[in-house]
């Protein structure tokens, strides 16, 4: 089986663009959270979504925002892109918002803002 | 400010050697999870530890979760050349479902 697919594995944009990412969850799993990940530190949370409705948001400004499909594909968008965006962007998705649910982890898109 | 402090921040050691790496906080997860990342790779769960005072064995490695559910360590027996990578902890707390994670501590074992 698939595991989580991320695509595109490598961007560059300029300040000021904006971005879309996607993310293809294993099959049968429900639920799609996003995640920051700037280099040598841990993943920040930035969205969750269950069943195509946000259930969680971190703590990021407006310009990032997300969505959920019929399929349980997702999509991260940011506007306005800073210098500050640059990271790897990981996607993980779970069967549901279960607690002990673990989470599976895509290889990331790796955004370089110039 | 982590939630979840991790400690060390690096840690360089010999093929062969013992070690232990630390994930503590003041605040209570009703779970917590270990993982380990490559470069260029998503994160690989490696454990979940829900009970306090629960010990999970995956062969050399040894996952421990505190009494009272505030801190967890990980403990590496005779290390090998293909344990080095980034090693996270997270916790979900009792109220949301999010995962607070760590800032992960970089293990690189040396033949």
């Known amino acids: 089986d698939a595991g989580v697919t991320q695509s595109p594995t490598h961007l560059i944009k300029t300040r000021g663009q904006h971005v879309t990412l996607r993310c293809s969850p294993i099959?049968?799993?429900?639920?799609v959270s996003w995640y920051q990940q700037v280099l040598g530190q841990g993943p920040q949370f930035i969205f969750q979504?269950?069943?195509?409705?946000?259930?969680g948001r971190g703590n990021f400004p407006d310009r990032f925002s997300a969505r959920q499909f019929p399929n349980y594909s997702s999509e991260l968008n940011v506007n306005a892109l800073l210098l500050g965006d640059s990271a790897l962007y990981l996607c993980a998705s779970s069967l549901d918002l279960g607690g002990v649910q673990p989470q599976h982890f895509g290889d990331g898109t790796r955004l370089s803002i110039l | 400010t982590q939630l979840l402090e991790q400690s060390p921040q690096f840690l360089s050691i010999q093929e062969g050697e013992n070690l232990t790496v630390y994930c503590n906080s003041s605040?209570?997860?009703?779970?917590l999870q270990w993982y380990r990342q490559e470069p260029g790779e998503g994160p690989v769960l490696l454990v979940t530890v829900v009970t306090g005072g629960e010990v999970k064995k995956l062969k050399r490695l040894t996952f421990q979760f505190g009494d009272a559910r505030k801190d967890s360590s990980l403990h590496i027996t005779a290390a090998q050349p293909g344990d080095t990578g980034l090693y996270l902890c997270a916790g979900r707390r009792d109220s949301n479902y999010q995962l607070i994670w760590g800032a992960g501590t970089k293990l690189i074992i040396k033949p």
């Open positions: 605040s209570v997860f009703s779970s």
């Open positions: 979504y269950y069943e195509k409705e946000e259930r």
């Open positions: 099959s049968g799993h429900k639920s």
